[in-house]
């Protein structure tokens, strides 16, 4: 090697210690922030650099070198989404989860376009890429430097590995001494790995309570017998959580409209009674909340949710149509077929985004606005004349990004929808939302407002003296807007005009209203399917 190519020969190699020596400890620094975790020693590049030791075909090394780089890329990557879902989510990221993944990418192209999300995920494979090679070329630059001066090459190695281990030791021992040695990528793995076995056998844990369930054997006619006749509507209001209505600075705006809606509501003969739930999920996932409330079954996960999905447990909508009513979901942020809907909640009409009729603007994430969904619902199934009909009905615009929003417009203009053009131009767009936590939070509950608004302008316009709302929120808003310390907790209220549909849950001790109390009583929302047909059974 001439003169000046020996200096670039050792940037060279100095570099590949480098990415050897930053690049698996960088799964540590993701999960704990602490640039502390950047000075440690990594396990695995030692161990890697052993193996190629030992190893004399070139070929066998630079296929070991690569998996080597495949390995660490898939811990930054694991490391990355489960740093994301717990500042999100306020949950752990479980491999088995990874078609979710879509879903978050769909919101992120309903917040910021399309075009952005495609641009950072090709940007995000590409690092990914590099940073794959980078690696293996690092590992085998350094196996190249050791095996020139091979005696003094292994012996600096097995220095270093048997400090590496005398400091795992002694790490291990005595929990404050400063942790050198570190297998960060290795444990970001292997933590993985344990939360999808775990998940498994909760999946398996759950069948017993799938299988007991005490309203399967109960004749359709003893089911809901106390609302024969009524119109039962099931609405869930996306993101309603209880950082909505109380101790926040958007919390004033909900309850105002919370406090005009009682007003309405006693004008038109409606009573209300509340309380809370708790949500199995957090800041998304509306899907687990939905199966936990209609099955009775704590679904706190995509895995458990599929357990849910895959079995004949009754759902509240299977009870309804066994006892005589006509079944609607209607789920307008749905753009594809959903076959759980037909399968498993066995609802006699499904209505997506593309069943209703719209022809307003979208909304971001909400392509069809609340009110005009109600509207339509009203229209459709409530006219003069018809059966009774149960329905599930999801009010999708106070979804996150909460940007841009619908303005409520006056009930008899809402036709098909055109009247809400020109409204997603006078909002702000969500790239400019998000910029600030505050505007976020604001807008949160400016889509909170709306969502509320919607329900109660559909209430004041329909003139249905045998309808029973059961409105409720799925889960808190995100970590942005509910703060690092929320529970799971969202409020529900049942609403009717029939006094006797109130008095029969006058042993739940709810408070009176749409706005749920400190005092009111907090179950969990596996626990209202039974006691809901209880109370409306025979024995109720």
Known sequence: MNAPARPLAR????????????????????????PAQLVRVPGESLVILLVLALVPWRAVRVVLAAAFGVFVVAALVLGGIDRGYRAVLGTRFDPLDWPQLGGALGVASDAV??????????????????????????????DAAIRRRLRRGVLGLSAVTAGWIVA???????????????????????????????????????????????FADVPPAELLTALRGKDVLLVFVESYGRVAVEGSSFSGGVDAVLRRGDEMLAAHGYAAQSAWLTSPTFAGLSWLAHATLQTGVWADSPTAYNAVVSSTRMTLSDAFGKAGWRTVGDIPSNIRPWPVGSRFYHYDTLLGAGDVGYRGPVFGYARVPDQYTLKHFADTELGAGHAPVMAEIDLVSSHTPWAPLPQLVPWEQIGDGAVFDGQPARSRTAADVWQHPHTV???????????????????????DPNLVVIALGDHQPATIVSGTAADRTVPISVIARDPKVVRAIDSWAWTPGMRPGEASPVWRMDAFRDRFLTAFGPVG
């Open 11 to 34: 940037a060279a190699t100095v570099l590949a210690v480098l990415l050897l020596v930053i690049v698996p400890v960088i799964p540590a620094f993701i999960a704990t922030g602490a």
């Open 113 to 142: 376009g399309p075009g952005l999300v495609t641009a950072a995920v090709v940007l995000l494979a590409i690092a990914a890429a590099a940073t794959i090679v980078a690696l293996a070329w690092a590992a085998l630059r350094v």
């Open 168 to 214: 795992a030791l002694v790490g291990s021992a005595l929990t404050v001494a400063p942790q050198v040695s570190a297998a960060a990528s290795l444990d970001t793995v292997g933590s993985a790995v344990d939360r999808a076995s775990g998940d498994l056998r909760a999946r398996v844990a759950l069948s017993p309570t799938l299988a007991d369930d005490p």
């Open 441 to 463: 939070q604001r807008f949160y509950g400016q889509s909170i407002e709306y969502a509320l608004g919607s329900l109660f302008s559909f209430l004041a316009n329909i003139d």
